[in-house]
């Protein structure tokens, strides 16, 4: 499976941005979905996932400001993200967990976002 992000950038303190996550192959059959970031100097974090029956997750820190979601037909999960704040600033990634016979990770290149005035 090979993921493709895109719609990161540098949004002002209170902005929204919407990131996508594009795969390779039929986003209906995979487990799960998910978003993580990672900030300088820190370690990689769940922001967010999506199960293949639709239910979702939230890291706190993100829980009422940012909403996961999935379009079968594209092929595409998105992560819409308002009421950004400086430390959401961070590479996000986009990781699919798909189980066919075994269990693997698939991980995106990334996309960065930055909060600042």
């Known amino acids: 499976v090979q993921l493709v992000e895109s719609g990161g950038g540098l949004v002002q303190p209170g902005g929204s941005l919407r990131l996508s996550c594009a795969a390779s192959?039929?986003?209906?059959?995979?487990?799960?979905m998910r978003w993580y970031r990672q900030a300088p100097g820190k370690q990689r974090e769940l922001v967010a996932g999506?199960?293949?029956?639709?239910?979702?997750n939230y890291a706190d820190s993100v829980k009422g400001r940012f909403t996961i979601s999935r379009d079968n037909a594209k092929n595409t999960v998105y992560l819409q993200m308002n009421s950004l704040k400086p430390e959401d600033t961070a590479v996000y990634y986009c990781?699919?967990?798909?189980?066919?016979?075994?269990?693997?990770?698939?991980w995106g290149q990334g996309t960065q976002v930055t909060v600042s005035s």
């Open positions: 990781n699919a967990y798909y189980c066919s016979g075994g269990c693997d990770n698939y």
């Open positions: 192959e039929s986003i209906f059959s995979i487990n799960a």
């Open positions: 999506i199960t293949k029956g639709g239910n979702t």
